[in-house]
């Protein structure tokens, strides 16, 4: 048994070891405009000096293909550049608010390394095309109403082998949007006996299981990380990687087309009956409630902020689901970008408009915190801004130029003192 331990101990270190080398690339693609701060007013030309690296030493005769123009709609597309003086220069305008990309490959000894950047233009003018049906607000409440017809029955199963000296971690469970159908997540509740504000985690897009946010139960808040599919949050990822590319493959786009039966209608209505649950536990001080996401879960932030008044702020990172027609009149639109490139289908188009983050946050009446990146590829910075423009409500712009869809470590630092600094601690 002790050469087993020790041979298990020396193979994890060797694969941790292993898996340490392997950091960054030495290449990097640099596309850089001339200003500082990524934004232009409408009609301005911007600059963007191509260079690639090699070791942190300019690479001279690389080859390039490269595309530039209004994100999502390339307009000048060329492949195998030689950048002979190890640089290329390109100019861009766009004569209307949105966002101008200019987007690299570079070719080196047969590997492709990718590098972009993408400029605003005057961003706090883009407005959305989203259209607010007129039975909105009855929608919603009628759903709600609904659901709340059947009785949480909640579940708490506490994880032992989670616990901290400070905080009981539990995969908890309740009933959703009707009887059998179940919402599973992660709580966190501090030990000591007391009054506690609460913080609701909502995901985003994909199946994965969930750890709980004990770092901020830890500082004295009750936590709620919620998964979306209906199953346990405990299982292992090849588990949820099996579901993904099976049953729950392309779960974003089931009955699309009927607003009562798309998947989202369950999801959505599970974000606000997580509220319920928190505002059941004996610990929770009535006070305090966040919600906060990022891309899906920047949407269920916009949803569950919306649409029940017990929520008292929300923080988002690159928020999806927005502007979700706006593809239709040739702008930019948020993931999954139902119509980008499609035509458009009438049923999908009514159905869309239900779920369209830029109508969720016409509701929003509590603060809110946004941070999101320019080069972001996957939710347009256009559709970002077309719902963070369309906010009435208290909030704060945290742009972290340079990034993708993906934060920094100090983007997420700043997130979480955010929202700390709400509840208190």
Request: aromatic share 14%; hydrophobic share 35%; net charge positive.
């Amino acid at each position: 048994m002790k050469r087993l331990i020790s041979f298990l101990f020396m193979a994890l270190i060797c694969t941790l070891y292993i898996g340490a080398q392997i950091r960054g690339k030495e290449i990097s693609v640099m596309v850089t405009p001339d200003r500082e701060d990524w934004t232009y007013k409408t009609g301005e030309t911007a600059t963007f000096t191509i260079q690639v690296y090699k070791a942190q030493c300019l690479l001279k005769g690389a080859v390039i293909d490269y595309e530039q123009g209004e994100e999502m709609y390339p307009e000048v597309t060329k492949n195998n550049v030689t950048l002979k003086d190890g640089k290329l220069v390109l100019k861009g305008k766009l004569s209307k608010p949105g966002f101008y990309r200019v987007k690299v490959t570079a070719k080196v000894n047969g590997r492709n390394y990718d590098g972009m950047a993408t400029v605003a233009y005057s961003p706090e003018k883009i407005k959305p095309c989203a259209e607010m049906p007129s039975d909105f607000d009855a929608f919603w409440s009628n759903s709600l109403e609904e659901a709340r017809k059947t009785q949480l029955e909640p579940t708490m199963e506490i994880l032992p082998e989670r616990c901290t000296e400070k905080v009981n971690v539990y995969q908890v469970s309740f009933q959703n949007i009707r009887w059998g159908s179940r919402t599973y997540g992660i709580l966190c509740v501090p030990k000591a006996e007391g009054k506690y504000p609460a913080l609701l985690r909502v995901p985003g897009a994909g199946i994965r299981p969930y750890y709980g946010d004990v770092q901020t139960a830890e500082k004295g808040a009750i936590t709620l990380e919620i998964g979306i599919h209906g199953i346990p949050v405990t299982y292992t990822q090849d588990y949820y990687d099996k579901l993904f590319k099976g049953a729950l493959y392309n779960y974003w786009e089931s009955n699309s087309d009927d607003r009562d039966a798309f998947y989202y209608k369950r999801v959505f209505v599970g974000a606000v009956r997580a509220v319920d649950f928190i505002c059941s536990l004996p610990q929770f001080n009535g006070k305090q409630l966040g919600v906060s996401g990022s891309s899906q879960g920047g949407m269920l932030s916009f949803v569950t902020a919306a649409l029940d008044s017990r929520v008292t702020f929300y923080a988002v990172v690159h928020p999806a689901m927005c502007d979700h027609t706006a593809s239709l009149k040739k702008q930019p639109c948020g993931w999954p970008h139902y119509f980008y490139g499609k035509k458009a289908d009438e049923k999908k188009v009514a159905v869309s408009r239900y779920y369209d983050g830029v109508n969720f946050v016409r509701k929003i009446k509590v603060p809110g915190w946004f941070s999101f990146g320019y080069n972001d590829d996957v939710v347009a910075p256009t559709s970002m801004f077309a719902a963070y423009n369309t906010v009435s409500a208290p909030k704060e712009f945290k742009p972290y130029l340079q990034t993708g869809h993906y934060w920094y470590q100090e983007q997420y630092d700043e997130w979480n003192e955010w929202m700390w600094k709400q509840m208190g601690l």
